[in-house]
């Protein structure tokens, strides 16, 4: 929002929008106005308060407030033994689970220095991918909601159900899976599933044109996100964004690539970055965009997955999960890609002890909300919506 | 670091880029600690810690420009509390390496480096919520996940939770 001097009108408040000069108030001062936006508010995702300073329609100020759901996640860390953080992990990004798990489970790796059997890096990545997908048709479902668009939710959610079903016949919990141990996994996976995995991408595939139809390329959609919430790429780093927002922003950073772990490396993908033919660089429609591509990157990288997986003779999925998890001394931090973004854990032990000394959890939505007091800043009220949504927090993982 | 000891890429490029953060503020930091894990150094001098930040971000042959994490820790046996910085260069360089700040564990104070990395803000905040030390220079010196008036700071390790809270028993 700015004040400009237009001939012929006096002083003027405008704003910008898709490149256009909206002009909002002509010779007006209204007062100031608080307005609270949650905890329990439709669009917020969760139980996040933003406190904003309106002015008529235009938000000058919107202060965060985080916490009603926090666990203590890192307080319980300190008290349980290690493979018992898993199922906590679960509990933190819940719409991602094998993903949170797979974070963990690499740093303790890091820290026992243990060799996993290639049959479980795969099987890893198969379900932490088909998690991804079902994480990102939650993203995109619920934020064409926010912007009263329901027959994608619907879609979105039919289509989440059958990975769901899947995750839940290899691991027996549809949402909290406790699935990826440390060192290995809970059990292999059943003898169809590859099978089963391939049907559902052969289903899949044109469901996610369908979506793309559905909502990327409706007018209203693109009307709403377009040019709104725009983040330069350099302030984007600054803030620590990471995963599809910072890639929203025109970055190319993905850790699955810039920073490998288990068996990325081997595979074939891209990694989508907005160009701006579609949206404006950084904008809400960016943010969406790479969520839309990167579905179908996730299928192809499920598919190579299981070509190149080994059989499961002679398999044994605890085969290098040690019987009693006691790093050596030191200190680490491992990451993932995960759907929001970086999930970092940071693990100290003190080697004598089968409980981490400390264990804190690096949050990707924590780190993507911090900057919501500048985006925010001059926008419209209906525009907060579409920007919280283009975030796509799980305030489980924010407050931890 | 042990001699003959056969090291990382990675370690080796952490190491290179503390040798030109050394060379300009010497005895501010401790001696490298070549892990393999996390590699790390400690600020010694913690009045320079934003300087020395600025320094690793805006240097031409360092641009430490992505801070990924900040947590706080109790070194209980110290008698300190400090933070451990995971900070690397995003897509112009490969090296990586944690900085350690610590300061007294009973009102001690570390300055802040939100202004020098946005993600620090959160973070610091979240550092003083759960143990306690003041970030001098933070735009926003106040709790996040606990209630404002919360007694005590969760995560120390001799951390006693109060009994009730507006006069609600706190169940444990």
């Given at each position: 929002m700015q004040e400009l001097d237009i001939a012929g009108m006096g002083s003027v408040r405008v704003t910008r929008k898709n490149n256009n000069v909206v002009v909002l108030e002509k010779d007006l001062a209204t007062e100031q106005m608080v307005l609270a936006m949650g905890?329990?508010?439709?669009?917020?995702?969760?139980?996040l308060k933003l406190e904003c300073l309106t002015d008529g329609e235009v938000i000058t100020e919107a202060e965060p407030y985080l916490?009603?759901?926090?666990?203590c996640f890192e307080k319980c860390c300190e008290n349980v033994d290690y493979p018992a953080i898993v199922p906590y992990t679960d509990r933190l990004d819940y719409l991602a689970g094998m993903n949170s798990e797979f974070a963990y489970a690499i740093a303790v790796e890091k820290l026992l220095d243990v060799e996993i059997p290639r049959r479980v890096e795969f099987i890893r990545v198969i379900v932490a991918e088909l998690n991804r997908i079902a994480s990102h048709l939650v993203a995109i479902g619920t934020y064409g909601i926010d912007l009263g668009a329901f027959t994608p939710f619907l879609f979105c959610f039919r289509d989440r159900e059958i990975i769901l079903s899947l995750l839940e016949w290899a691991?027996?919990?549809?949402?909290?899976?406790?699935?990826?141990?440390?060192?290995?996994?809970a059990c292999d996976i059943p003898a169809d599933f590859n099978k089963r995995v391939k049907e559902f991408i052969d289903y899949f595939r044109p469901k996610t044109v369908e979506l793309y139809k559905l909502l990327t390329e409706n007018e209203i959609f693109v009307k709403r996100t377009r040019g709104i919430g725009i983040m330069p790429a350099d302030v984007a780093v600054n803030y620590g964004w990471s995963g599809p927002m910072l890639r929203g922003s025109?970055?190319?950073?993905d850790l699955r690539r810039?920073?490998?772990?288990?068996?990325?490396?081997?595979l074939d993908f891209i990694v989508p970055v907005p160009?701006?033919?579609?949206?404006?660089?950084?904008?809400c429609l960016s943010r969406h965009l790479v969520r839309a591509l990167e579905m179908e990157e996730s299928l192809k990288i499920i598919e190579q997955c299981i070509d190149k997986m080994p059989s499961a003779?002679?398999?044994?999925?605890?085969?290098?999960?040690?019987k009693r998890v006691r790093p050596k001394a030191g200190e680490v931090y491992a990451r993932a890609e995960n759907p929001r973004g970086e999930l970092g854990f940071y693990i100290q032990s003190d080697?004598?002890?089968?409980?981490?000394l400390r264990c804190k959890a690096r949050s990707s939505c924590f780190v993507n909300l911090s900057a919501m007091k500048d985006l925010s800043r001059g926008q419209l009220i209906p525009d907060l919506v579409a920007i919280i949504g283009s975030i796509d927090i799980v305030l489980g993982e924010v407050d931890r | 670091m042990e001699e003959g000891k056969v090291i990382s890429q990675s370690v080796a490029e952490s190491a290179a880029a503390y040798a030109i953060i050394h060379a300009q503020f010497g005895d501010a930091l401790s001696a490298f600690?070549?892990?393999?894990t996390m590699p790390f150094f400690e600020?010694?001098?913690?009045?320079?810690w934003p300087e020395i930040a600025l320094y690793m971000r805006d240097h031409p042959k360092l641009r430490?420009?992505?801070?990924a994490c900040l947590s706080g820790v109790d070194y209980q046996a110290e008698e300190k509390v400090g933070i451990v910085c995971n900070i690397e260069s995003l897509g112009q360089f490969n090296h990586k390496l944690a900085v350690k700040v610590k300061c007294a564990r009973q009102g001690g104070s570390i300055p802040s480096v939100a202004c020098v990395w946005h993600t620090a803000n959160w973070h610091e905040r979240e550092a003083y919520d759960m143990f306690g030390m003041l970030f001098t220079g933070h735009p926003d010196m106040k709790r996040i996940?606990?209630?404002?008036?919360?007694?005590?700071?969760?995560?120390?390790?001799?951390y006693k939770v109060q009994e009730s809270y507006h006069g609600i028993k706190v169940p444990y």
């Amino acid at each position: 929002m700015q004040e400009l001097d237009i001939a012929g009108m006096g002083s003027v408040r405008v704003t910008r929008k898709n490149n256009n000069v909206v002009v909002l108030e002509k010779d007006l001062a209204t007062e100031q106005m608080v307005l609270a936006m949650g905890p329990q508010h439709p669009s917020t995702h969760g139980v996040l308060k933003l406190e904003c300073l309106t002015d008529g329609e235009v938000i000058t100020e919107a202060e965060p407030y985080l916490g009603y759901l926090h666990r203590c996640f890192e307080k319980c860390c300190e008290n349980v033994d290690y493979p018992a953080i898993v199922p906590y992990t679960d509990r933190l990004d819940y719409l991602a689970g094998m993903n949170s798990e797979f974070a963990y489970a690499i740093a303790v790796e890091k820290l026992l220095d243990v060799e996993i059997p290639r049959r479980v890096e795969f099987i890893r990545v198969i379900v932490a991918e088909l998690n991804r997908i079902a994480s990102h048709l939650v993203a995109i479902g619920t934020y064409g909601i926010d912007l009263g668009a329901f027959t994608p939710f619907l879609f979105c959610f039919r289509d989440r159900e059958i990975i769901l079903s899947l995750l839940e016949w290899a691991s027996g919990a549809r949402m909290l899976y406790n699935y990826i141990w440390v060192g290995g996994l809970a059990c292999d996976i059943p003898a169809d599933f590859n099978k089963r995995v391939k049907e559902f991408i052969d289903y899949f595939r044109p469901k996610t044109v369908e979506l793309y139809k559905l909502l990327t390329e409706n007018e209203i959609f693109v009307k709403r996100t377009r040019g709104i919430g725009i983040m330069p790429a350099d302030v984007a780093v600054n803030y620590g964004w990471s995963g599809p927002m910072l890639r929203g922003s025109g970055v190319k950073w993905d850790l699955r690539r810039n920073d490998p772990y288990s068996i990325y490396p081997e595979l074939d993908f891209i990694v989508p970055v907005p160009d701006g033919t579609v949206s404006e660089v950084g904008d809400c429609l960016s943010r969406h965009l790479v969520r839309a591509l990167e579905m179908e990157e996730s299928l192809k990288i499920i598919e190579q997955c299981i070509d190149k997986m080994p059989s499961a003779e002679g398999f044994n999925p605890r085969a290098a999960v040690p019987k009693r998890v006691r790093p050596k001394a030191g200190e680490v931090y491992a990451r993932a890609e995960n759907p929001r973004g970086e999930l970092g854990f940071y693990i100290q032990s003190d080697g004598k002890s089968t409980k981490p000394l400390r264990c804190k959890a690096r949050s990707s939505c924590f780190v993507n909300l911090s900057a919501m007091k500048d985006l925010s800043r001059g926008q419209l009220i209906p525009d907060l919506v579409a920007i919280i949504g283009s975030i796509d927090i799980v305030l489980g993982e924010v407050d931890r | 670091m042990e001699e003959g000891k056969v090291i990382s890429q990675s370690v080796a490029e952490s190491a290179a880029a503390y040798a030109i953060i050394h060379a300009q503020f010497g005895d501010a930091l401790s001696a490298f600690d070549g892990n393999e894990t996390m590699p790390f150094f400690e600020v010694l001098n913690t009045a320079l810690w934003p300087e020395i930040a600025l320094y690793m971000r805006d240097h031409p042959k360092l641009r430490f420009t992505y801070m990924a994490c900040l947590s706080g820790v109790d070194y209980q046996a110290e008698e300190k509390v400090g933070i451990v910085c995971n900070i690397e260069s995003l897509g112009q360089f490969n090296h990586k390496l944690a900085v350690k700040v610590k300061c007294a564990r009973q009102g001690g104070s570390i300055p802040s480096v939100a202004c020098v990395w946005h993600t620090a803000n959160w973070h610091e905040r979240e550092a003083y919520d759960m143990f306690g030390m003041l970030f001098t220079g933070h735009p926003d010196m106040k709790r996040i996940l606990c209630p404002d008036d919360w007694e005590g700071y969760p995560l120390l390790k001799d951390y006693k939770v109060q009994e009730s809270y507006h006069g609600i028993k706190v169940p444990y």
